[in-house]
């Protein structure tokens, strides 16, 4: 899992300087990146084996997926949200911090699509849960 974080992190730091400049311009990217490069904090989490820098990287890469799609694209709609879908599966915290986000986009889309990719993004958090429940033993309420 240490493994895991600090691949993560590098991700992190590669995705964020992907969305920086795509958002702003090459500079703020440059500067985002070295900036989350340069923490201790985000570092110092990703050498034990805690999710964080998973949660982060999962989090730009879908923040990255949603801006592509922020002008109505249908594939890239479907990609975001079966990326969205998955990260969920990982992390159920991201469903809450980016839903306003993935609503914004797909509230740009047309119907048919948005519709289709919320049916996309809620069969992926089934699968994710449903296997877990599996492979962990049942599910517990």
């Keep these: 899992m240490t493994i895991v974080a600090v691949l993560s992190g590098a991700a992190a ?3 964020l300087y992907l969305l920086a400049a795509r958002m702003f311009d090459e500079r703020t990217g440059r500067v985002g990146a070295l900036l989350l490069l340069a923490s201790v ?7 034990v084996a805690y999710p964080y820098t998973l949660l982060a990287a999962l989090t730009i890469l879908c923040a990255l997926l949603l ?6 694209d249908a594939r890239a709609l479907l990609v975001a949200s079966a990326a969205y879908g ?3 599966g990982l992390r159920f ?3 809450l911090f980016l839903a306003p986000l993935w609503l914004l986009v797909a ?11 919320a049916v996309l993004v809620a069969a992926l958090v089934a699968a994710w849960t449903g296997l877990s429940a599996l492979l962990g033993g049942g599910a517990s309420f």
């Design 41 to 47: 904090t985000f570092w110092g989490e990703s050498v």
């Design 107 to 117: 509230w740009r889309a047309r119907r048919a699509v948005a519709a289709a990719a």
């Design 13 to 15: 730091v590669a995705l």
């Design 67 to 72: 801006w592509q799609a922020r002008d109505g």
């Design 86 to 88: 998955i990260a969920i």
């Design 93 to 95: 915290d991201l469903a």
